[in-house]
T-cell receptor, first 114, second 114 residues
Framework: ETGVTQSPTHLIKTRGQQVTLRCSSQ?????VSWYQQALGQGPQFIFQ???????GRGNFPPRFSGLQFPNYSSELNVNALELDDSALYLC?????????????FGPGTRLTVT | GDSVTQMEGPVTLSEEAFLTINCTYT??????LFWYVQYPGEGLQLLLK?????DKGSNKGFEATYRKETTSFHLEKGSVQVSDSAVYFC?????????????FGRGTQLTVWP
């Protein structure tokens, strides 16, 4: 069973640039959620994708957008990067309909905005 | 809205000491409850879970009981090891329209000395 993978591992961008982060879900999972974890904080929910559509969004501006592909992998795009976007971005996959809605996390992408 | 309040750290213990990390929650429905662990430089790993009131989750010597009457899910371990040093996050899962969205506490840093 393949776990959740994310790429790249680390990324450094300049304020105002755009970034794309990628996530491959665990085998058999059809739902992908993205979280932002600022230094010293708990992860915050950005949005979730199910059946290639956004299925819920946290308190993040529209410059945070995403995609889910037919193979259930996903992308997180952030436009007009700000210094406060520096964080660990975590992807989690799950199986819709499972009783506990258990989510499995990838190792994360560390984004630094300078 | 749904939220989790977690005991603030850091917590420093000697090996073989007893561990308690307090967690309380606020939820409109009947959430599932989780403890996740994050080792340095890594993503989140599910430690244990409970899906209904009075359930006890357990794994690797850690335990937590879902207490609906006190809205709590405290993490305990009878004898900690140096390898348990990590950040621990309490979380609840929304069973609403967003499939398993997780609400996290701020995390508790645990350091165990030999």
């Amino acid at each position: 069973e393949t776990g959740v993978t994310q790429s790249p591992t680390h990324l450094i961008k300049t304020r105002g640039q755009q970034v794309t982060l990628r996530c491959s879900s665990q085998s058999g999972h059809n739902t992908v959620s993205w979280y932002q974890q600022a230094l010293g904080q708990g992860p915050q929910f950005i949005f979730q994708y199910y059946r290639e559509e956004e299925n819920g969004r946290g308190n993040f501006p529209p410059r945070f957008s995403g995609l889910q592909f037919p193979n259930y992998s996903s992308e997180l795009n952030v436009n007009a990067l700000e210094l406060d976007d520096s964080a660990l971005y975590l992807c989690a996959s799950s199986l819709a309909g499972a009783s506990s809605y258990e989510q499995y996390f990838g190792p994360g992408t560390r984004l630094t905005v300078t | 809205g749904d939220s989790v309040t977690q005991m603030e750290g850091p917590v420093t213990l000697s090996e073989e000491a007893f561990l308690t990390i307090n967690c309380t929650y606020t939820a409109t429905g009947y959430p599932s409850l989780f403890w996740y662990v994050q080792y340095p430089g890594e993503g989140l790993q599910l430690l244990l879970k409970a899906t209904k009131a009075d359930d006890k989750g357990s794994n690797k010597g850690f335990e937590a009981t879902y207490r609906k009457e006190t809205t709590s899910f405290h993490l305990e371990k009878g004898s900690v090891q140096v390898s348990d040093s990590a950040v621990y996050f309490c979380a609840l899962s929304d069973r609403g329209s967003t499939l398993g969205r997780l609400y996290f506490g701020r995390g508790t840093q645990l350091t165990v000395w030999p």
